[in-house]
């Protein structure tokens, strides 16, 4: 159930998400309608902390800023393959790492599936860390041959941000001669630490996904030949949604321009239905800033995870106040056969089914252009008639992991309950955040009320 019931809530969200992110659209509307208002704001969200049941920062722990799968079970990794914990397919888990880990967990495959088991990474909010700290994955045989090894590094930001690696048992590839095997794998999870570094432990988010088999073989090579061009981008008017802050939260978004908030130092995830057939290209663009000097290099990057959440192509950009934007190159179809590719940004298009864009913007833009937040919009295009899928011998876990049509439905059900909000939504949102007493519902709804009286007076819209 636990990976399952997650997939289910894209574009829910949990109260102590639903506060915040109501709190950045607010911050938002004012710095478009005036700074005064700031203040009533500012007084409404301490009043909503102090009286709300939502714990602090410091209460949920150092890795509050990435969303866990709040269906998560909790499993300790063991220092030995003897006593390493299974995982199951289609069950996502909580861990932790500490600073010269190196942690086993067990995988007992069959000789039929591809297993892949990605591992999120979460540095503690303010420790320090260096470009190259970061994470090792890989999964071993029983007699500790590699069947696939990836890794993950902080990278020039030198800020703490979550991490994700994906490790890999893949019988589909014809060269894959080891690790075909039924019986059991080890997953390893090490800790790339440099000195000088925070000694605190990382949090760790371990999802685990099974593909079945193919009823028939198929094609052994990538396609060579595809629309490699760059269509002109998506236009019009954008829509508010606000991202998540880990996979499990991801709100769904399709084809448009979508709007969001976002400040430095966070990392926002949304996630895209993509069917067999289908091309997708995306763009992370970041508003300007009317404060500050400087250059920040790599300031905001745009990454793309599969639904299995491999890692397929990121970009980055500088940002000196002026708008800037992240484009991602023109990636293939979703075609099974992607796999046989030996780039990422093409292997990786492997399933259909949801793909995350991840945006991340840099700690050190508040060095130079202040906290926050920023304006951040998304264009996103799928082209491509959807094609037929390969027939799978059985079934994934969790299911539907790999139908578009699934991913599909969650985007329908995200449509309803996002999209632009008004400042009557705001003001009930916020109420209704969870655990708030009368007394601070009150003082946090004349507050709100206050702001929105005055933006309809003046005669502002309430594109929040």
């Known amino acids: 159930m636990g990976w399952r019931t997650g997939w289910r809530r894209h574009g829910g969200g949990?109260?102590?998400?639903?506060?915040?992110?109501?709190?950045?659209?607010?911050?938002?509307?004012?710095r478009r309608a005036g700074v005064g208002r700031v203040a009533v704001v500012g007084a409404v969200l301490c009043l909503a902390g102090?009286?709300?049941?939502?714990?602090?920062?410091?209460?949920?722990?150092?890795?509050?800023?990435?969303?866990?799968?709040?269906?998560?079970?909790?499993?300790?990794?063991?220092?030995?393959?003897?006593?390493?914990?299974?995982?199951?397919?289609?069950?996502?888990?909580?861990?932790?790492?500490?600073?010269?880990?190196?942690?086993?967990?067990?995988?007992?495959?069959?000789?039929?599936?591809?297993?892949?088991?990605?591992?999120?990474?979460?540095?503690?909010?303010?420790?320090?860390?260096?470009?190259?700290?970061?994470?090792?994955?890989?999964?071993?045989?029983?007699?500790?041959?590699?069947?696939?090894?990836?890794?993950?590094?902080?990278?020039?930001?030198?800020?703490?941000?979550?991490?994700?690696?994906?490790?890999?048992?893949?019988?589909?590839?014809?060269?894959?001669?080891?690790?075909?095997?039924?019986?059991?794998?080890?997953?390893?999870?090490?800790?790339?630490?440099?000195?000088?570094?925070?000694?605190?432990?990382?949090?760790?988010?371990?999802?685990?996904?099974?593909?079945?088999?193919?009823?028939?073989?198929?094609?052994?090579?990538?396609?060579?030949?595809?629309?490699?061009?760059?269509?002109?981008?998506?236009?019009?008017?954008?829509?508010?949604?606000?991202?998540?802050?880990?996979?499990?939260?991801?709100?769904?978004?399709?084809?448009?321009?979508?709007?969001?908030?976002?400040?430095?130092?966070?990392?926002?995830?949304?996630a895209v239905p993509v069917d067999w057939g289908r091309q997708l290209y995306a763009t992370a663009e970041l508003g300007s800033s009317d404060e500050g000097d400087g250059l920040v290099s790599r300031a905001l990057v745009l990454s793309l995870y599969n639904p299995a959440r491999g890692l397929v192509d990121d970009v980055g950009t500088v940002y000196d106040g002026s708008q800037r934007a992240a484009t991602l190159k023109p990636l293939p179809p979703v075609a099974y056969a992607n796999r046989y590719d030996v780039s990422d940004r093409v292997s990786g298009m492997r399933f259909a089914g949801s793909y995350y864009l991840v945006v991340h913007l840099s700690e050190q833009v508040a060095d130079r252009f202040?906290?926050?937040?920023?304006?951040?919009?998304?264009?996103?295009?799928?082209?491509?008639?959807?094609?037929?899928?390969?027939?799978?011998?059985?079934?994934?876990?969790?299911?539907g992991v790999f139908e578009a049509e699934a991913a599909q439905g969650r985007e329908t059900a995200a449509e309803g309950s996002s999209g632009t909000v008004t400042g009557d939504d705001t003001a009930m949102r916020l109420l209704a955040a969870g655990g708030i007493g009368t007394g601070t519902a009150l003082l946090m709804g004349l507050g709100v009320w206050m702001v929105v009286g005055r933006r309809r007076s003046g005669g502002a819209g309430a594109d929040w």
């Open 370 to 399: 202040g906290k926050g937040p920023f304006d951040l919009t998304l264009r996103i295009r799928v082209t491509g008639t959807a094609a037929a899928g390969p027939e799978y011998a059985g079934e994934s876990e969790p299911p």
């Open 50 to 270: 102090a009286g709300s049941g939502t714990p602090s920062a410091s209460a949920v722990g150092p890795w509050s800023s990435y969303g866990f799968d709040a269906d998560a079970r909790s499993v300790g990794g063991a220092t030995s393959t003897g006593d390493a914990p299974a995982l199951a397919p289609g069950t996502t888990y909580r861990s932790s790492l500490p600073v010269d880990g190196r942690l086993y967990y067990r995988l007992d495959l069959d000789a039929s599936s591809n297993v892949y088991v990605s591992v999120t990474a979460v540095p503690g909010s303010g420790t320090t860390v260096s470009a190259t700290d970061g994470i090792k994955v890989s999964v071993q045989d029983a007699n500790s041959h590699s069947c696939s090894i990836k890794t993950a590094s902080v990278g020039t930001d030198r800020r703490p941000h979550p991490l994700t690696a994906v490790g890999a048992r893949d019988i589909s590839r014809p060269a894959s001669i080891r690790c075909r095997d039924a019986g059991a794998y080890y997953v390893l999870v090490e800790r790339v630490h440099r000195a000088g570094s925070s000694s605190d432990d990382w949090g760790l988010e371990l999802a685990t996904v099974s593909e079945p088999g193919l009823k028939e073989a198929g094609a052994t090579s990538a396609p060579e030949v595809w629309n490699s061009a760059s269509p002109a981008p998506v236009t019009g008017e954008a829509v508010s949604r606000a991202g998540g802050s880990g996979f499990a939260g991801a709100p769904s978004v399709g084809q448009g321009v979508w709007h969001d908030g976002i400040v430095p130092g966070q990392t926002l995830f949304y």
């Open 14 to 30: 949990r109260p102590a998400g639903a506060l915040r992110v109501v709190a950045r659209r607010v911050v938002l509307g004012i």
